[in-house]
């Protein structure tokens, strides 16, 4: 017997999948990290965590339903400098590439990045003649 939990994660997850579309959901890298969430006004959010990268350093481009998200990072120039000896270098400071294929008549509403957390707010803008409609029994 499920619960109302388990039934609302299976109806999220399923609302997910037809959002984003799968296979291309899923991405062969896991860098950089990120998160999928949904406010209470149906606005979806994909959250990057892009640390060291400038707004400058990342590109969004919305294409045939695929959001291509690229970070190319200038950091890595650093590394040149005879001047900077790392002890140790744990930030991952390379360039990306994250596809999302979005469904049909998503759109992307918004970008921010901030504190080095990118968030990519997505809508789905449904024509009206798609949306279910109550018709009046006369």
Do not use: C, W
């Not at 707004?55 to 400098?81: F, H, M, R, W, Y």
């Amino acid at each position: 017997m499920r619960t109302k939990k388990s039934k609302k994660k299976q109806d999220f997850d399923k609302i997910v999948n037809e959002f984003f579309n799968e296979p291309q959901f899923n991405n062969s890298t896991g860098y950089p990290p990120y998160n999928i969430s949904k406010d209470a006004n149906d606005i979806y959010e994909i959250t990057l965590a892009v640390a060291g990268f400038k707004k400058s350093d990342i590109d969004l481009q919305l294409e045939d339903g695929t959001l291509k998200i690229t970070g190319t990072s200038n950091v890595l120039d650093d590394a040149d400098k005879p001047e900077v000896e790392y002890l140790h270098k744990g930030i991952a400071e390379r360039n990306f590439i994250r596809t999302f294929k979005l469904a049909e008549y998503v759109e992307v509403k918004d970008a921010k990045l901030e504190d080095g957390i990118l968030r990519v707010q997505l809508f789905r803008n449904m024509p009206e003649a798609l949306k279910p409609q109550k018709i009046e029994i006369s």
